[in-house]
């Protein structure tokens, strides 16, 4: 017995190594044994999920007023309270996650995608095309990026009040109306946040291009555009994914704070930002106003962290058998 027992434990370990493995497969087993970034991927989910349902889990409507109402606080009738005009604090912040994860989701679309073709490019290029590409990103990276971003929307802002507007600028304007006033955020946030991701792009590029796979298929007469399709972005791909899950955060936060200053979504678009800036003068008598979109926008914040540092450690090899 003891012999056939031993036949089949070593039957199953040849089969389980016979099965195919795959980079993508292997990240997703490591990254569900990390607990902590589980429960943050979980939460993410959770936010999304809501943020679709929002119309069907809310009482009310975002916008819906019930001035007898003011600062009420907690209880049967508005679960999180009500805010210094009455209305639902809970409908808000749950319409609010659709702006901050809108904001964050497109932000790191774009950083991705343009920061990983703009790296990729000049990467593999090399010579006088990589240098004058990165010298680009070198001088955008001198740019205080913050401050520019305030005076985009400071000038967005006054070209949407300004009446008479026609052509190309009315058209933006209309759209940044029908998507409250978060079209010209994504703009202003897109514009710069892709040149870290070149440069993370570019240097997995430089990296792998040298490798023997690389040459082989030079060698073997494969085109340039199937190297860097078949070859290069499978493998630069990941690490680009890990830094923007990590930037995710940055772009939360960079919303919250254009709409905490009045430079974000336009009232009475429900942003935590907002939330925030209208109820800091009730902080002392009703908490609740500022307490409710602040740890609604730090949870979120973690668990973008917490699902960042996990990515991390799955697609990174270095770090396998470390967390």
């Given at each position: 017995?003891?012999?056939?027992?031993?036949?089949?434990?070593?039957?199953?370990?040849l089969?389980?190594?016979?099965?195919?493995?795959?980079?993508?497969?292997?990240?997703?087993?490591?990254?569900?044994?990390?607990?902590?970034?589980?429960?943050?991927?979980?939460?993410?989910?959770?936010?999304?999920?809501?943020?679709?349902?929002?119309?069907?889990?809310?009482?009310y409507?975002?916008?819906?007023?019930?001035?007898?109402?003011?600062?009420?606080?907690?209880?049967?009738?508005?679960?999180?309270?009500?805010?210094?005009?009455?209305?639902?604090?809970?409908?808000?912040?749950?319409?609010?996650?659709?702006?901050?994860?809108?904001?964050?989701?497109?932000?790191?679309?774009?950083?991705?995608?343009?920061?990983?073709?703009?790296?990729?490019?000049?990467?593999?290029?090399?010579?006088?095309?990589?240098n004058?590409?990165?010298?680009?990103?070198?001088?955008?990276?001198?740019?205080?990026?913050?401050?520019?971003?305030?005076?985009?929307?400071?000038?967005?802002?006054?070209?949407?009040?300004?009446?008479?507007?026609?052509?190309?600028?009315?058209?933006?304007v209309?759209?940044?109306?029908?998507?409250?006033?978060?079209?010209?955020?994504?703009?202003?946030?897109?514009?710069?946040?892709?040149?870290?991701?070149?440069?993370?792009a570019?240097?997995?590029v430089?990296?792998?291009?040298?490798?023997?796979?690389?040459?082989?298929?030079?060698?073997?007469?494969?085109?340039?555009?199937?190297?860097?399709?078949?070859?290069?972005?499978?493998?630069?791909?990941?690490?680009?994914?890990?830094?923007?899950?990590?930037?995710?955060?940055?772009y939360?936060?960079?919303?919250?704070?254009?709409?905490?200053?009045?430079?974000?979504?336009?009232?009475?678009?429900?942003?935590?930002?907002?939330?925030?800036?209208?109820?800091?003068?009730?902080?002392?008598?009703?908490?609740?106003?500022?307490?409710?979109?602040?740890?609604?926008?730090?949870?979120?914040?973690?668990?973008?962290?917490?699902?960042?540092?996990?990515?991390?450690?799955?697609?990174?090899?270095?770090?396998?058998?470390?967390?």
């Open positions: 017995m003891a012999v056939q027992e031993l036949a089949q434990k070593r039957a199953l370990a089969q389980e190594m016979r099965k195919p493995r795959s980079l993508w497969g292997d990240a997703l087993r490591q990254l569900l044994k990390n607990r902590v970034a589980t429960a943050g991927g979980v939460f993410v989910v959770f936010l999304v999920l809501l943020a679709v349902a929002a119309p069907l889990v809310t009482p409507t975002y916008y819906e007023a019930h001035f007898t109402d003011n600062y009420a606080r907690p209880g049967a009738k508005y679960l999180l309270g009500a805010d210094y005009i009455g209305r639902d604090m809970l409908t808000r912040t749950v319409f609010g996650t659709r702006v901050s994860l809108s904001v964050a989701f497109v932000a790191a679309g774009v950083s991705l995608l343009a920061g990983l073709s703009y790296g990729t490019v000049s990467g593999y290029a090399g010579g006088w095309v990589d004058l590409m990165m010298r680009i990103v070198d001088f955008l990276y001198g740019v205080p990026v913050l401050v520019v971003v305030i005076l985009m929307q400071v000038f967005f802002k006054a070209v949407a009040r300004r009446e008479g507007i026609s052509g190309f600028m009315a058209l933006l209309r759209i940044d109306q029908s998507m409250g006033g978060l079209f010209f955020v994504f703009v202003a946030i897109g514009l710069f946040n892709w040149i870290g991701m070149a440069r993370i570019r240097g997995q430089l990296s792998y291009k040298q490798r023997e796979f690389i040459e082989a298929a030079r060698a073997v007469g494969v085109t340039a555009p199937r190297i860097v399709f078949r070859h290069l972005l499978p493998n630069v791909i990941g690490p680009c994914i890990v830094a923007e899950t990590l930037a995710i955060p940055s939360i936060m960079t919303e919250a704070f254009l709409s905490y200053i009045g430079l974000g979504a336009n009232p009475p678009t429900p942003s935590w930002g907002i939330m925030v800036s209208e109820g800091f003068k009730g902080l002392r008598s009703y908490p609740h106003v500022i307490l409710v979109p602040g740890i609604a926008l730090t949870l979120t914040v973690l668990a973008f962290n917490f699902l960042g540092d996990g990515l991390r450690d799955a697609l990174d090899p270095r770090m396998r058998g470390t967390s």
